[in-house]
């Protein structure tokens, strides 16, 4: 069953109730004081303390936290936002208005223009736009055992979505806790990052190597994405899929070395043949003339190091050494 939670604004009594229903019914659970209004019409930025909803459809009627204020509450669907002109409905009202003014007389319009009529053609230009925010977000139904999903559609004011008019939160998804732990490893997505989980319990600052590819699991339990440094040395990892990069790697503009293990080189690189020169500190590759340990090099655009030639009038020897 699909339960709705629909909270609305009156004020300015401030209390929250609950009823137990039929399977068939919705249950519904109304806000009547503007501040919460304000405070669940937008995705939770800060993890508060100390409130909650209660959740219908209970013998009892057991509490559950809302993202705002359950740390463990997670948006796994990010927010969108979307106007929606109603053109559709208005034209439908116009058709219905069309209608009723066809049967209606001459002589009656006549008499009704101002007070009926008017109001009557009008009636589409009064079906304004309609401005929407959608997430999903997760929480933990620990008496029922469940994880539970809801989506939260929010109605605001106008296109700035800076004031919201109404809340709706509907369950779309319930599991059993009990679920991940069957796994005996999987990928679980909590917006806006993903996390390994084994027997329900999530890796942290571990190496995990899934499906070929090698991941890192940080101190969070999120799956490592670009940039990071791990035990004194910097790795770099798919921006999107979180796997490590190895080898040649083109990043900002710039070229890096991965060995094999994932590491980040520098200084000095033999490959295939050519040596190449990296950024002692920050690993980027080197190009043109570089001054390595009180010699003269020149390195090409590729990053090959010149040999056995003669660049800007300078004699370069097979060792790579510049005679300047």
Request: net charge negative; aromatic share 20%; hydrophobic share 35%.
């Amino acid at each position: 069953m699909i339960s709705i939670f629909i909270l609305n604004i009156c004020l300015p009594v401030k209390f929250v109730y609950a009823q137990s229903k039929k399977s068939d019914e919705i249950d519904t659970i109304s806000y009547t004081d503007e501040e919460n209004l304000k405070k669940y019409g937008f995705p939770p930025k800060n993890k508060l303390a100390n409130s909650s909803i209660i959740s219908p459809g209970y013998e009892n009627s057991m509490v559950l936290s809302l993202p705002n204020d359950n740390p463990d509450s997670l948006i796994i669907v990010e927010p969108i936002y979307r106007t929606y002109t109603n053109k559709d409905l208005k034209l439908i009202a116009d058709i219905i208005v069309s209608f009723i003014l066809g049967k209606i007389k001459y002589i009656e319009k006549y008499f009704l223009l101002d007070f009926f009529v008017s109001n009557m053609t009008n009636f589409s230009d009064n079906i304004n736009p309609t401005y929407v925010g959608s997430w999903v977000w997760e929480t933990h139904d620990y008496k029922a055992g469940h994880h539970v999903r809801y989506a939260t559609v929010v109605h605001y004011s106008d296109s700035t979505y800076s004031t919201p008019i109404g809340v709706e939160m509907i369950e779309v998804d319930r599991y059993p806790i009990e679920y991940h732990k069957s796994s005996p490893g999987e990928w679980v997505y909590y917006y806006p990052n993903y996390y390994w989980y084994e027997y329900g319990i999530p890796v942290k600052s571990e190496w995990r190597q899934v499906n070929g590819g090698w991941y890192y699991l940080q101190s969070n339990g999120v799956m490592a994405t670009g940039w990071l440094q791990i035990n004194g040395y910097w790795y770099y990892f798919d921006t999107i899929y979180g796997y490590m990069k190895t080898g040649w790697q083109q990043i900002n503009g710039a070229w890096y070395y991965f060995w094999g293990g994932g590491s980040m080189a520098t200084r000095w690189l033999e490959d295939n043949g050519y040596w190449y020169y990296l950024d002692a500190t920050h690993g980027y590759m080197k190009t043109s003339w570089q001054q390595i340990d009180g010699k003269w090099y020149y390195f090409y655009s590729s990053g090959k190091m010149a040999v056995s030639t003669v660049i800007d009038g300078y004699r370069i020897g097979s060792d790579g050494v510049a005679n300047r």
